[in-house]
């Protein structure tokens, strides 16, 4: 699980609100790419965000297999026919290339977790969304990436427990419904922990936030920002 690892890597020195806006003039323009060449083009700069903030493929990779399983059986279901032919290339390019724009963002999500503490992320939200829905966003935000790596320690714990009382002789039915079981009944848990948790912090909604200041490494990332957002303009008004 990929979590904030402190650094002094060119993403780590970025503003969060710059990482942020980056995201999402990336993914704007990913969506909108259609040409072998724009692909291309997307994996250049998701590996070298992930270079960037010193975050290997193999880290991202064993991070995010489960999605990138899901993604991979798209063009192979899209393939596959239930008459003659049995296998049509053309959907299955089709939704290669849909699954091929996903890839990229991942990269750049990945070496944005990678390099941003939870507190600059929330800061960055509450900072551009005014109001109850920014603080409500910037909570719900940092709460989701403290307790993810929580929960996937829970899954990995259950599953050893089960494994120790020889649990996995049983049918897969059977395990499945043991662990979902097990894996709910800690969740509902934590929930009660956190809700004790917060209320002992005398938990707030607008704390004391990290002071946030753009820099000069910030803005060639603005311009390469809005330049991503023309690029995604001008592919959508067909330009």
């Avoid at 008459?83 to 959907?91: D, E, F, I, M, S």
Wanted: glycine share 6%.
């Amino acid at each position: 699980m990929l979590t904030y690892t402190p650094g002094s890597t060119l993403i780590h020195r970025l503003d969060p609100r710059t990482k942020l806006a980056f995201q999402f003039a990336f993914a704007l323009v990913a969506f909108t790419a259609s040409t072998a060449p724009q692909l291309l083009g997307l994996f250049v700069v998701g590996l070298g965000c992930l270079r960037l903030a010193s975050v290997s493929v193999r880290a991202v990779l064993r991070a995010y297999w489960v999605v990138i399983l899901i993604l991979a059986l798209g063009p192979v279901l899209a393939a596959v026919t239930l008459g003659p032919p049995w296998l049509r290339l053309a959907p299955a390019l089709i939704s290669l290339r849909s699954v091929a724009r996903i890839i990229p963002i991942l990269f750049v999500s990945a070496a944005f977790i990678h390099a941003t503490p939870i507190r600059e992320t929330r800061a960055a939200i509450q900072r551009t969304i005014p109001g109850r829905p920014g603080q409500l966003l910037g909570v719900g935000i940092a709460l989701t990436f403290r307790y993810v790596p929580v929960l996937r320690a829970d899954l990995r714990t259950v599953r050893d427990a089960i494994r120790a009382r020889n649990g996995d002789t049983r049918s897969l039915w059977k395990r499945s419904q043991r662990l979902t079981v097990l894996l709910v009944d800690r969740a509902l848990r934590r929930s009660d922990q956190l809700a004790v948790a917060l209320q002992a912090r005398c938990f707030a909604w607008n704390p004391t936030l990290p002071r946030l200041q753009f820099g000069r490494l910030d803005v060639p990332v603005w311009l390469l920002s809005g330049g991503f957002v023309a690029i995604a303009v001008v592919d959508l008004l067909g330009l």
